[in-house]
């Protein structure tokens, strides 16, 4: 069974970067699909950041492009999110998800990790 | 980006009885004869979780009680007969067109 566990710092300062991984058990993340996050604000409000396929190539919101990244480790079978020059406004609860094919759907999700930013 | 509206905000529904949810899309999210919205269901404390892809597709192990209709710009989640575990809250998504969007949700409860 397909499954995706998030892991980050949980808080982190103004100003300074955000790093969370994704690690997924039961398929790999070089086989097929795309490899997403997603964050929930309080609030509820759900927001697609970006994702990187099966063969590396990567998609961004571009309300984002100018401060995130997504890179793996398929050594590792893992994504992770870096996200720089973080606000207030960053603080959420950080999904990641796996995407079906070219239909962008979300089929498997991790718990979500929460991160808060403050000083 | 494509804004989606959803409607109600809120709604409470007698057990048994149908519940009807609406997703507005602010442009067709219609493509190759396919349309790329998606309904989802999350409880508390719990990611979402898939119910209906492109429109009117079951996702597996879903009951039959959700059922997704609609193309181009109108489309609509229905819940028929509601069950106590259906209290959630319910989000559109449209993948037409990147990025990717959610409508801002629907609570449902049981009145």
Known sequence: ?119 | DIVLTQSPASLAVSLGQRATISCRASESVDSYGNSFMHWYQQKPGQPPKLLIYRASNLESGIPARFSGSGSRTDFTLTINPVEADDVATYYCQQSNEDPYTFGGGTKLEIK
């Open chain 1, 1 to 119: 069974d397909v499954q995706l566990q998030e892991s980050g710092p949980g808080l982190v300062k103004p100003s300074q970067s955000l790093s969370l991984t994704c690690t997924v058990t039961g398929y790999s993340i070089t086989s097929d699909y795309a490899w997403n996050w997603i964050r929930q604000f309080p609030g509820n409000k759900l927001e697609w950041m970006g994702y990187i396929s099966y063969s590396g190539s990567t998609s961004y919101n571009p309300s984002l492009k100018s401060r995130i990244s997504i890179t793996r480790d398929t050594s590792k079978n893992q994504f992770f999110l870096q996200l720089n020059s973080v606000t207030t406004e960053d603080t959420a609860t950080y999904y990641c998800a796996r995407s079906a094919g070219y239909l962008y759907y979300f089929d498997y999700w991790g718990q979500g990790t929460t991160l808060t930013v403050s000083s």
